[in-house]
């Protein structure tokens, strides 16, 4: 008995080396999980992969996109195997997110924002993937999009990229302090506000020379997405950095009321973050170059 005591003993220290071994490996991994799902909360990965309408599981896709060219529908991001990410190599996601090119070589189309997304710095998308990969498997096979030819062929996308798309990763501007430019990198990269408050052409691309000045709805039966450069008239301009604040808050605005439509889903998102990142957001929008909104207003 008194013989066996120090053999346990021995036998459950030996047990615990692997253990003690193994668990800064996992503090690191609980960190990168944690810094991921931040991050994915300021980019809204959930806002367009969760069908929350329909009952759908987060990550998990199927949710319906309208625009102009067609329905789309978004892909399962879970760690599914066979209908998610789960045998995906961190290169492939890097990819996806910075070139807008699946696996098979193929071109994603640009209702999945990557023209925003290709910003992202590599090690923010290795925690984002991280955090995705930790979260439940779900097994639900993608839809097919609902769109119409010519939009519906993928390699066009290449002619389209060639013209219109600048790949990432985000540059901080050397003359800027760290607030504008934490600004910038949370607003052109992972929030992707442009994507909805800057008018588009014909073909879907934004107008550098309107960023953010407004948008009409993206398809039907949505929301036109109003000027928020300075312009005093047709912007934000007359806001205090309060007022910007307390819609990125709580989404209350100035006039006393609340924003709705796709907005109040970026409030959930905006909520989450911390102040001082919500604050930057705000250094930002300040200093973006006034632009007059369109016939929207
Ligand atoms: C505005 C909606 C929208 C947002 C926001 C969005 N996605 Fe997507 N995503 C899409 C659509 C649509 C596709 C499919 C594009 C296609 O098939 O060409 C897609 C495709 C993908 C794919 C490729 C999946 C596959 O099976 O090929 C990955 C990975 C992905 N998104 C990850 C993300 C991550 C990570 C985020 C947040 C950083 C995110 N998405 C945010 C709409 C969105
Ligand atoms: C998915 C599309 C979408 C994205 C992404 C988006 N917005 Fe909006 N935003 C809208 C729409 C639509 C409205 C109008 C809501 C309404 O009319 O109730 C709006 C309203 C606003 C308003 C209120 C403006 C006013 O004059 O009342 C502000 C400020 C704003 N957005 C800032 C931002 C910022 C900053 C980001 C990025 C962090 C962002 N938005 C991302 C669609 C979007």
């Given at each position: 008995?008194?013989?066996?005591?120090?053999?346990?003993?021995?036998?459950?220290?030996?047990?615990?080396?692997?253990?003690?071994?193994?668990?800064?490996?996992?503090?690191?991994?609980?960190?990168?999980?944690?810094?991921?799902?931040?991050?994915?909360?300021?980019?809204?990965?959930?806002?367009?992969?969760?069908?929350?309408?329909?009952?759908?599981?987060?990550?998990?896709?199927?949710?319906?996109?309208?625009?102009?060219?067609?329905?789309?529908?978004?892909?399962?991001?879970?760690?599914?195997?066979?209908?998610?990410?789960?045998?995906?190599?961190?290169?492939?996601?890097?990819?996806?997110?910075?070139?807008?090119?699946?696996?098979?070589?193929?071109?994603?189309?640009?209702?999945?924002?990557?023209?925003?997304?290709?910003?992202?710095?590599?090690?923010?998308?290795?925690?984002?993937?991280?955090?995705?990969?930790?979260?439940?498997?779900?097994?639900?096979?993608?839809?097919?999009?609902?769109?119409?030819?010519?939009?519906?062929?993928?390699?066009?996308?290449?002619?389209?990229?060639?013209?219109?798309?600048?790949?990432?990763?985000?540059?901080?501007?050397?003359?800027?302090?760290?607030?504008?430019?934490?600004?910038?990198?949370?607003?052109?990269?992972?929030?992707?506000?442009?994507?909805?408050?800057?008018?588009?052409?014909?073909l879907g691309v934004m107008d550098p020379d309107r960023f953010l000045?407004?948008?009409?709805?993206?398809?039907?039966?949505?929301?036109?997405?109003?000027?928020?450069?300075?312009?005093p008239q047709t912007g934000i301009g007359n806001w205090s950095d309060?007022?910007?604040?307390?819609?990125?808050?709580?989404?209350?605005?100035?006039?006393?009321?609340?924003?709705?439509?796709?907005?109040?889903?970026?409030?959930?998102?905006?909520?989450?973050?911390?102040?001082?990142?919500?604050?930057?957001?705000?250094?930002?929008?300040?200093?973006?170059?006034?632009?007059?909104?369109?016939?929207?207003?």
């Amino acid at each position: 008995m008194r013989l066996n005591v120090p053999i346990r003993g021995l036998a459950a220290a030996a047990a615990l080396i692997p253990l003690l071994h193994a668990a800064p490996v996992a503090a690191a991994d609980a960190d990168l999980v944690a810094r991921g799902a931040y991050l994915a909360t300021a980019a809204g990965c959930a806002n367009c992969h969760t069908d929350s309408a329909h009952g759908g599981q987060p990550y998990a896709g199927g949710l319906a996109l309208g625009t102009p060219f067609g329905t789309f529908y978004t892909p399962n991001i879970t760690p599914d195997p066979e209908t998610g990410i789960g045998r995906w190599t961190d290169a492939q996601f890097l990819r996806a997110l910075r070139e807008g090119v699946r696996p098979d070589g193929a071109n994603y189309f640009p209702a999945f924002p990557y023209t925003s997304y290709t910003n992202i710095l590599d090690e923010d998308a290795r925690a984002i993937k991280a955090f995705l990969l930790a979260q439940p498997p779900v097994r639900q096979p993608n839809r097919r999009h609902d769109v119409s030819f010519p939009f519906s062929w993928r390699f066009l996308q290449n002619f389209w990229k060639l013209l219109f798309f600048t790949e990432g990763p985000f540059q901080p501007a050397p003359d800027r302090g760290a607030a504008y430019n934490r600004g910038a990198y949370l607003v052109t990269a992972l929030a992707h506000c442009g994507e909805c408050h800057t008018p588009r052409n014909s073909l879907g691309v934004m107008d550098p020379d309107r960023f953010l000045a407004g948008a009409p709805p993206p398809g039907p039966g949505g929301k036109k997405a109003p000027n928020i450069t300075p312009d005093p008239q047709t912007g934000i301009g007359n806001w205090s950095d309060d007022d910007i604040l307390g819609v990125l808050t709580d989404g209350h605005t100035p006039e006393f009321d609340q924003v709705g439509g796709p907005m109040a889903e970026v409030v959930k998102d905006t909520a989450k973050l911390s102040e001082e990142d919500r604050r930057a957001i705000v250094v930002y929008l300040r200093s973006v170059p006034a632009k007059p909104g369109a016939e929207l207003k």
